[in-house]
């Protein structure tokens, strides 16, 4: 049973900084592209980020490029989420994601996800 578990998410002011960490089990964990998502309320789901299986190729919403970083360690199968300089817009619950598919942003192609975690900016 494939399990993704979010931590990291919380309270900071705007400008500040997260790290948010996706530890998986149930999976190869090197088989599998790993995304970021995020929702805000009364909005849709969105594309964060993305990780390619293999090669490790990145992805980023333009809303986040320059100031998120995402990376694996395979060894510890887990995914992470460096959030710089964030901004009020930037809250909404975050939630971690595994596809098969080498490349793709849309959530249809990603059928592994975790609880989520709320990430909260403040002006």
């Known amino acids: 049973q494939v399990q993704l578990e979010e931590s990291g998410g919380g309270l900071v002011q705007a400008g500040g900084s997260l790290r948010l960490s996706c530890a998986a089990s149930?999976?190869?964990?090197?088989?599998?592209?790993m995304g970021w998502f995020r929702q805000a309320p009364g909005k849709e789901r969105e594309f964060v980020a993305r990780?390619?299986?293999?090669?490790?190729?990145?992805d980023y919403a333009n809303s986040v490029k320059g100031r998120f970083t995402i990376s694996k360690d395979n060894a510890k199968n887990t995914q992470y989420l460096q959030m710089n300089n964030l901004k009020p817009d930037d809250t909404a619950v975050y939630y971690c994601?595994?596809?098969?598919?080498?490349?793709?942003?849309?959530?249809?192609?990603?059928?592994?996800w975790g609880q989520g975690t709320q990430v909260t900016v403040s002006s």
């Open positions: 149930g999976l190869t964990f090197n088989r599998y592209t």
């Open positions: 990780i390619s299986r293999s090669d490790g190729t990145t």
């Open positions: 994601a595994a596809s098969i598919f080498y490349s793709c942003s849309s959530d249809r192609c990603y059928n592994n």
